[in-house]
């Protein structure tokens, strides 16, 4: 079976230097993030990379105060699901963003969390 | 398809056992043929054991046949285990009914069990996120309670549901737990004691959260000239569904407070039962979290869209109320041993049904329905009747 277009450790590479990416469908079009392996929309696997925008609304979030212990020194922090302008939803740790402030609907902007050899993906403020 | 009905139920007590996992097995097993004097582990032809993760928590694989041998069954028709994380147990109970249903199988036993507390308590934590995408979730930190907790912000921001309505549910199943003597927490809980517990995950707090809990449960499923002849009372399957919406959260629906799925599993064993939400008297869903409660009355249809914080807020999910839900406690209450849990609400369904439920005895109970979920995409129900048709 052929490579994925884009990888795992390729989405993080871009990621970490700014760029989220998705995938785009050769096929029918259908727009994919995280990386799949068929087109849910068609099961072709024609993907091609596409750069998206970094924009989006809180589709939902929630404040982990109770967190795993690889992270119990962050909390309280908060993750969120966003959809993105271009209609795909993707989770990420809010940064920068009061706690209190947050909301579903709340605009905001991609960026990059990188901690030594980790990228995670981050949301700021718009 | 043959009829197909429960004739024998049991469980362990739920908690934090220093009971080993086939301590647990045996514990459910023995609970179980005591209530079926009938049968004789020689009689099943057939094992079914749900269990999601003995190979991290027990050490043990190779589980059906171990827990075969531990209650001297010897199958000669289905011999199985499923492993459907959370709903692992009623997944067993629909290959259970399905072979029997088929003719393939006259007799079959389905045992959930789990053994999920560990010495090293961070070993639980770590275990239960094998259940969420390992690449994509579990590497920011998600656990269970942050998923279900995006759906109750989003039920918030949507229809006004309140973190008071959000407590309600923890209260109702602290409460019902409390006259059942197997579930993990016996003591009840007032509002201002479910308000003023941990936030675990915003606007989820500790005693709106389901506990980690070993446990182990047994049902003995029988084909209708079977059932009848071992008891008088046979507790009958009307109806069985079962969807998937996807695995990763970013699968499902950006809108997490609608659970598509659900509605789809819930239609499917309406529709092969020929009976409506408003006839079922009462219900065992899965309350893993509070909010998923609350979404299970609007998704079965016990109430309208948005409409479910009132529903618990005015006791119409209680004794008294329009359909009695989560007489046994709950996964809040009785605690989520994972395998252990949807045949533990079959065990429930069974004594309420026979009218054997004592102190939590919903009152003319005729029909009842399961739900068991292992994430917001993907759910099984189950309706059963104290009438085969
Ligand atoms: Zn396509």
Redesign the pocket.
Same mark, same amino acid.
């Given at each position: 079976m052929a490579e994925p277009v884009i990888t795992l450790r390729h989405f993080f590479e871009r990621a970490r230097a700014g760029q989220l990416t998705g995938v785009r +469908?050769?096929?029918?079009?259908?727009l994919a993030i995280p990386p799949k392996e068929l +087109?849910? !929309? +068609?099961?072709?696997r !024609?993907w091609e990379p596409v750069p998206l925008g970094g924009e989006g609304t809180i589709a939902s979030y929630t404040v982990i105060r109770v967190a795993p212990r690889a992270f119990m020194a962050d909390a309280p922090y908060a993750v969120a699901a966003v959809k993105l302008t271009e209609g795909v939803s993707i989770l990420g740790r809010i940064v920068d963003i009061p706690l209190e402030r947050l909301a579903v609907g709340l605009p905001v902007r991609f960026r990059p969390i990188v901690r030594n050899s980790q990228t995670a993906i981050g949301f700021g403020p718009a | 398809m043959r009829r197909v009905a429960l004739v024998g139920a049991g469980v362990s007590k739920f908690g934090v056992r220093k009971a080993t996992y086939r301590d647990l097995v045996w514990e459910a097993g023995k609970a179980c043929f005591d209530s079926v004097p009938g049968v004789k582990p020689k009689d099943l032809d057939g094992l079914v054991v749900g269990s999601v993760m003995p190979e991290r928590t027990a050490f043990q694989s190779h589980i059906s046949s171990m827990v075969a041998e531990a209650l001297g069954i010897r199958p000669s028709a289905l011999s199985a285990r499923t492993e459907h994380m959370c709903a692992s147990g009623t997944v067993g109970i629909r290959y259970a009914y399905a072979f029997i249903a088929a003719g393939l199988a006259d007799l079959v036993m389905v045992l959930g069990v789990e053994k999920l507390n560990q010495p090293v308590a961070d070993e639980a934590v770590l275990n239960m996120g094998t259940g969420v995408d390992r690449e994509w979730e579990a590497a920011f930190g998600l656990t269970a309670p942050p998923c279900f907790a995006f759906a109750a912000q989003r039920h918030m921001a949507e229809y006004g549901t309140t973190e008071e309505q959000l407590a309600m549910v923890g209260v109702k199943n602290h409460t019902h737990a409390a006259k059942n003597p197997s579930a993990h927490f016996t003591k009840g809980a007032t509002l201002d004691q479910v308000l003023g517990s941990r936030m675990i995950a915003s606007p989820l707090r500790l005693f709106m959260c389901s506990p980690i809990t070993d446990g182990a449960a047994a049902v003995v499923l029988a084909s209708e000239t079977r059932a009848r002849a071992l008891t008088d009372t046979p507790v009958w399957i009307r109806g069985t569904g079962q969807a998937l919406d996807g695995f990763q959260l970013s699968s499902l629906h950006e809108d997490y407070a609608h659970w598509p799925a659900l509605k789809r599993a819930a239609q499917a064993a309406y529709q092969m039962a020929a009976v409506g939400p408003h006839e079922i008297d009462l219900a065992e869903v899965h309350d893993c979290f509070s909010i998923a409660e609350l979404i299970a009355y609007e998704e079965l249809g016990f109430c309208h869209k948005g409409e479910a914080g009132p529903f618990v807020a005015e006791g119409r999910s209680d004794y008294g109320g329009d359909v009695v839900v989560n007489p046994r406690g709950g996964l809040i209450g009785c605690g989520h041993p994972l395998g252990a849990t949807g045949v533990a609400q079959a065990a429930e369904v069974f004594v309420q049904l026979r009218g054997e439920a004592g102190a939590r005895q919903v009152p003319a109970a005729a029909l009842a329905l399961t739900h068991n979920n292992s994430g917001m995409g993907e759910h099984v129900v189950m309706i059963y009747g104290k009438e085969p048709a």
């Open positions: +469908c050769r096929k029918c079009g259908e +087109c849910p !929309a +068609c099961y072709e !024609a | -």
